[in-house]
């Protein structure tokens, strides 16, 4: 905020130059993260998927060329959405150095343009140049720490959706699982009957 007070202070239109590509970069990377957000959740559920697949091949204890065609499967799946993810956020980060560069392009259009008419002078301009220079870095880290929050509020937010989905699913289960008493008592006594009734006729078949 200091410096764009300095700019607007040496010149009102340059610093209006200085916040033309602002809007944009707010408009489009927003959008941009969205992206990357929804393939970040595809790729956490094809980790998920393919540690599945892996964990069921070491619980059979057994590999075979069929076992291994769906991890193998998933495996390239995973790569595919990683290429993507790279891809994208390496897009977002040239576009923001290409709208970064562009506002120096506009001070010494609109600056030179300027300087020759004698609006401003050419110290005037390359103050105004020297501090954008120290503006356009702290504007990048706040960029970095968006896409970085973002990142980490995917994986929060779906190993929170898995962890209750467990729950919900074991509780589900315990509830399925509980029976009356009275239930249990007559279950019980079958098994009890059944058993005594097999011995009984083991002993009559020894005798």
Aim: glycine content about 4%; charged content about 25%.
């Amino acid at each position: 905020m200091t410096i764009l007070f300095f700019m607007f202070v040496q010149d009102p239109v340059l610093g209006a130059a200085a916040l033309t590509v602002l809007p944009i970069q707010l408009v489009l990377l927003p959008k941009l993260q969205r992206r990357v957000n929804a393939l970040s959740r595809t790729r956490i559920k094809e980790v998920r998927q393919l540690g599945r697949q892996l964990s069921d091949q070491l619980r059979e204890r057994q590999v075979n060329s069929a076992g291994l065609l769906p991890a193998s499967a998933s495996f390239r799946e995973l790569e595919h959405v990683r290429r993507k993810i790279f891809r994208l956020k390496f897009f977002i980060k040239a576009l923001n150095n290409f709208l970064t560069s562009l506002t120096p392009f506009l001070f010494y259009s609109l600056g030179g343009y300027f300087v020759i008419e004698g609006r401003i002078t050419l110290g005037a301009l390359v103050a105004v140049l020297a501090a954008h220079k120290d503006f356009s870095t702290p504007l990048k880290e706040l960029f970095n720490y968006y896409q970085t929050l973002e990142d980490t509020r995917i994986r929060y937010q779906e190993i929170t959706s898995f962890f209750t989905g467990s729950i919900q699913r074991s509780g589900k289960a315990r509830a399925d699982d509980h029976k009356p008493e009275e239930v249990r008592e007559f279950e019980e006594a079958t098994l009890r009957y059944l058993a005594l009734s097999v011995k009984r006729q083991g002993a009559i078949a020894t005798s």
